[in-house]
């Protein structure tokens, strides 16, 4: 009895140590296994193609800077904004960029709310006419009266084109407005079926190019504000918070980049368009660039804050709901305060690693 409790002894002390060894080494073992890394948040983007405003999605996604934020971006792309915001109901996005006028429908039919600017396209969305009438139109505006405009209707080149005439002493109704989607003006024109016209860029340089037309009046020229407007669904907005943020620092990051690095971002930008289909020039590329502002944080926080009644912003799309109210796109302007929201904006503010990202770029891209 005594021989076998010995033998039993030994082998337990034997498991004992074998058991200590092999704890010791677990912290040893589990240090050589790759960590797995969090998991990256999925979201919708939804933007329309060969557009300017649509340019910091394309750099973002080639530079990989989604999955540096923690977003695996999938994305819905529209040919215009009526379609795209109509989706938003069925989930089909989460997120995106689009046309102040889009902007303001989908608030009013769909709850999205405006979190942002793309750009300022005033200067981009313009009555055009043929360079031989031109000079003479200008020196008299009201020779336009009974002519045919050709425009997409309840569009921000509408709101343009509505704006010039008001400033000419015209009304709406002195024009005989045919409703065009822009390929089919760019057509028209092309084929000498059309004489003035109301459309955006990059457009407006194709008409520039290939119809010898000339801008007659911008909505610039006519003081009327064309923003671009980011969005996002309510719903998601509400439940992602931060998933929104980190949307808006990709975004911001993405102009930062392009205004330090112009020649790198010219040529993206062709590429982009090119992927879209449109062959746009080098020149059409300069003018893209330099007609059109675009806003960093800082920028954003101010067009957007409220502190002292209506922000900058909410005066803006004011305006053009009302538009839409007039010629009937919506029975009611909804109130601005209502969807335009910078809470996501100055999210992006508050957070010291996202404010990092969303603005490394922007020193470099001051002006000396």
Known sequence: MTEIRGKGCRRGRRRAWLLAGALA??????????????????IGVSYQPSLYWALPFYIA??????????????????????????????GSWDVGGTGSVPAILGAARFGLLTIGLTNDESK????????????????????????????????????????????WGLGPREMRFVNLGQAQIISAMIAD??????????????LEEKASAQVLCSGADADAMVPGALITRADFAKAHPDAVAKFLAVYLRGWGWAKANPKDAHDMAKRFYA???????????????????TYALDAQLKAMARADGPSQVDGWFSRIGTFMAEVGTIAQAPEAKGYIDDAFMKRVA????????ATEFDAAAAPR
């Not at 031109?134 to 050709?150: F, N, T, V, Y």
């Not at 508050?350 to 990202?357: C, E, G, I, T, V």
């Open 350 to 357: 508050a957070d010291p690693k996202l404010r990092a990202f």
């Open 124 to 167: 981009t969305n313009a009555l055009m006419v043929r360079a031989s009438r031109h000079d003479a139109i200008l020196k008299d505006p009201k020779q336009l009266a009974g002519q045919k405009l050709l425009v997409t209707t309840n569009s921000t080149a509408d709101y343009a084109a509505r704006a010039c005439l008001r400033k």
């Open 193 to 206: 079926a059309g004489e003035v016209v109301g459309v955006w860029a990059p457009n407006t340089y194709t």
């Open 61 to 90: 996604t080639q530079k990989g800077w989604w999955k540096e934020v923690g977003l695996e971006p999938t994305f819905a792309v529209f040919p215009a904004g009526a379609p795209q915001v109509a989706a938003a109901q069925a």
């Open 25 to 42: 080494l677990a912290p040893v073992v589990a240090s050589a296994l790759p960590v797995k890394a969090a998991e990256p948040e999925r």
């Open 275 to 293: 992927e879209g289909g449109v062959e746009a020039s080098d020149h059409a590329i300069d003018q893209e660039f330099a007609l059109r502002p």
